[in-house]
């Protein structure tokens, strides 16, 4: 049953790991939506070149308007 007046994320971010970015099999993957488009941005090492990636699309994305 769902509880009235409450919401809830199906998936809890972790430690913060920032919008289109999320941890798996130790590596950092970053994704974006273009509209109802999901593009995959790849697999990185760290959390920054993850959100790196996500920053420059998302300004490529904005751009394209």
């Known amino acids: ?7 809830y994320n199906a998936t809890k971010r972790k430690e913060g790991l ?3 970015v999320r941890k ?3 590596k950092f993957q970053a994704r974006i939506f273009d509209g109802k488009k ?4 790849g697999s990185f090492k ?5 959100l790196a990636a996500y920053r420059a699309k998302s ?3 904005q751009n394209k308007i």
Request: charged share 30%; proline share 0%; glycine share 12%.
């Open 1 to 7: 049953s769902n509880q009235a007046g409450k919401t």
């Open 18 to 20: 920032g919008k289109g």
């Open 24 to 26: 798996r099999f130790n």
């Open 38 to 41: 999901e593009i995959s941005l």
């Open 46 to 50: 760290t959390k920054k070149e993850a």
């Open 59 to 61: 300004i490529e994305l």
